[in-house]
């Protein structure tokens, strides 16, 4: 019997997906159109038409995983609305006031117009009863208002409410009190306290993010629920196979428990894209680069260090900030379906609009009337007149009229407005880069680039020149590089208790406690997850900062038990990394002294990985064809290779376009791709003597 898992990424366009036979080691990789209307049809599509390639039966599926965009662009479109907000009395305004802070960008505060709050003030709530920072009751919790708050929202027919009282990091019993009068007195409402979501300091974004989760449960639990129903139906016997969902920290929760935790799933597919090319580059040799990840509606890039996607607890989906752990992913509007287009001044610009899946580019057919970055590459050439193998046709003749019609208000020609259009959909692209590199202190040309995604490599030689990058590394199958990172990553679960503590006071008793109780809760959710005790792994971090700095620098803590001698070794490592993040620390100077802010406790439960493919050695590369492409310089003759026929060793020397079922990696003039041992394509500019 087979034992196949298989991993499904769905993106604004397509649904990639692979599968792992875990007795024979065969994989598979396919993709098959996003379904918008209901994303659960697309799902399940591909589920089948994975299982017929591979030619299983459901019941020989062992798992699935699956990264989602569902409470993604829920709050990028911003269907947030109907909200209810409980907070402590005298602080009816602190979504308001927020961090009174001007984006960037704006040069004058004069310009920017603050944005609506994620709930207006007439549905925010107060309730009397204050705790002290240390959780110590100032004053008593008022019943009567917590009944008045709980009748206002269910008179309305607000459903979806949050819950955040100042200090409830250090004791939630006055958040958990409230959450039982909302469940006595509105039973409908969907509910989310802080002291569950998020148990760290700063009123704000703990606010916020315990928002976010309200918002995103409701549609999470759909999502998830119609899923795990469907799945259902592949085994006669009606026995559901395991089902995971991927979470913005690198991890993996079952459905089951991703309902109960729906904000960690808010960058669940970005970061198995992250994930999957740090497995890809380390096994070519590369243990920190850069990742680029290019869908139908955007593109999303992060850095790799050591192996490892760096994390954040800074970042945020939209115009929300999520304090919860994730890869620090940048996102940017510069996808194939981003729709160019004219500014009032005249000036032509590229997404961040997305033509997207439905109605598409104009060269689909479906409906589409706009031009875009799909529509520019195969005016010039550089993609075949179809794609998925021939299972989707592509009209030329429409992308070229739409190009035409902006070009001729441009002046231009439409060849050099389909490249105008690739040259700024690659700056777009260069910048999100710098933005994880140059400003957190990293140089890009000391990186090579892992481009995936179906339309991640088609700019790549571009970035190349535009970032100096050292070489670009194009994994097989880039297209469902995504989907492949799912079944590489293990169940994860991050717990955090706020413990601020100056260092020369530390009391080592007091956070062994808490490390002890968060490792607890971490073994728990484990537990749960059907790990036994021997399997499970428990990862120790701490937030430190010199005392009366705004931002904490994120530390490993070692195991064992918290000594002085042990918190000694947290603090010198502090002074090291804000060293590395800063240029400078204060090691040496007693005046500044060293805080402790946040304990966290990450529970592991590993997960098998697939091996990655060896490619046979090549027997010298040999063109399929030729066509006509304009690589920016003017139309010439490109060798059109098939990527699968490539070995281990074999060379392409551009001009030269190689093609595969999903994807497409044009060689441009002057620039070389080796296969190496993995199938991977390593692209360089060619030495000059």
Not at 167 to 182: F, I, K, T
Not at 232 to 244: M, Q, V
Not at 369 to 387: M, Y
């Amino acid at each position: 019997m087979s034992m196949i898992r298989i991993g499904i990424d769905t993106g604004g366009t397509f649904t990639d997906v692979v599968a792992v036979d875990e007795e024979t080691g065969r994989q598979a990789s396919t993709k098959t159109p996003s379904t918008p209307a209901d994303p659960a049809e697309g799902f399940m599509a591909g589920v089948h038409k994975i299982l017929d390639l591979l030619g299983a039966r459901g019941s020989d599926v062992a798992a699935v995983v699956h990264g989602t965009t569902v409470a993604t662009n829920r709050l990028l479109e911003g269907k947030v609305d109907h909200l209810g907000f409980v907070t402590t009395e005298g602080y009816a305004h602190v979504l308001e006031i927020a961090r009174q802070s001007v984006p960037d960008g704006y040069g004058n505060s004069y310009f920017w117009v603050k944005p609506p709050r994620i709930v207006p003030a007439d549905l925010v709530r107060t309730v009397g009863g204050r705790l002290a920072y240390d959780g110590s009751e100032l004053r008593p919790f008022s019943e009567d208002d917590a009944v008045a708050a709980a009748r206002f929202f269910r008179d309305r027919g607000i459903t979806t409410v949050g819950v955040c009282f100042l200090h409830s990091y250090a004791n939630p019993e006055h958040e958990l009190r409230m959450r039982d009068v909302l469940a006595r007195e509105h039973p409908d409402a969907v509910v989310s306290v802080s002291a569950e979501v998020l148990r760290e300091y700063r009123e704000y974004e703990r606010s916020v993010t315990t928002l976010v989760d309200a918002a995103v449960k409701p549609s999470i639990a759909r999502y998830v629920g119609t899923i795990a129903e469907r799945l259902a139906t592949l085994d006669p016997a009606g026995e559901r196979p395991p089902f995971y969902v991927m979470k913005s920290n690198g991890g993996v929760l079952s459905a089951d428990e991703v309902v109960r935790q729906p904000i960690s799933t808010v960058l669940s597919g970005p970061a198995a894209g992250a994930l999957g090319a740090a497995v890809v580059a380390e096994a070519a040799g590369f243990g920190s680069v850069l990742t680029l990840d290019g869908g139908g509606t955007s593109t999303d890039v992060a850095v790799v260090v050591d192996g490892h996607p760096a994390l954040t607890t800074e970042g945020s989906v939209g115009a929300y900030p999520s304090k919860i752990p994730m890869i620090d992913v940048v996102t940017v509007g510069a996808g194939g379906g981003s729709v160019a287009w004219l500014s009032p001044e005249g000036t032509l610009k590229v997404g961040p609009r997305s033509a997207g899946a439905d109605p598409g580019p104009l060269c689909y057919g479906t409906g589409g009337t706009e031009p875009t970055v799909t529509d520019a590459h195969l005016l010039l050439g550089r993609i075949p007149p179809h794609l998925l193998g021939g299972e989707i046709p592509l009209d030329v003749d429409a992308a070229r009229a739409g190009i035409a019609a902006l070009a001729a208000r441009l002046g231009l020609t439409a060849e050099r407005c389909a490249a105008g259009i690739l040259e700024i959909s690659a700056w777009n692209q260069a910048n999100a880069l710098r933005q994880v590199t140059v400003t957190r202190g990293l140089d890009v040309r000391d990186f090579h680039l892992v481009s995936f995604g179906g339309s991640g490599s088609l700019l790549a030689c571009r970035l190349a020149d535009v970032l100096g990058l050292a070489g670009v590394l194009v994994p097989p199958d880039p297209g469902n590089l995504s989907a492949f990172g799912l079944l590489t990553v293990d169940v994860r679960n991050d717990y955090v208790r706020t413990a601020v503590a100056r260092h020369a006071v530390l009391d080592p008793d007091a956070v062994g406690k808490t490390f002890d109780d968060l490792t607890a809760e971490a073994s728990a959710a484990l537990a749960r997850e059907g790990f036994a005790a021997d399997q499970r792994r428990f990862l120790r971090t701490a937030d430190l900062r010199y005392f009366g700095q705004a931002s904490e620098v994120r530390v490993d803590v070692p195991d064992g038990t918290v000594t002085t001698a042990l918190a000694d070794a947290v603090a010198d490592a502090f002074h090291a990394a804000h060293r590395r993040l800063y240029g400078y620390d204060f090691a040496g100077d007693p005046r500044q002294e060293v805080e402790w802010v946040n304990l966290r406790v990450t529970g592991v439960g590993p997960i098998a990985r697939p091996a990655l493919r060896t490619a046979p050695r090549g027997t010298g590369a040999v063109a399929r064809t030729t066509r006509r492409v304009d690589f920016g310089d003017g139309w010439t003759d490109a060798a059109v290779y098939d990527r699968a026929a490539l070995g281990a060793g074999d060379t392409v020397t551009g001009p030269a376009v190689v093609e595969e079922f999903g994807s497409t990696v044009p060689v441009h003039p002057g620039f070389r791709a080796v296969v190496d041992a993995h199938g991977n394509l390593l692209i360089a500019r060619e030495a000059t003597s």
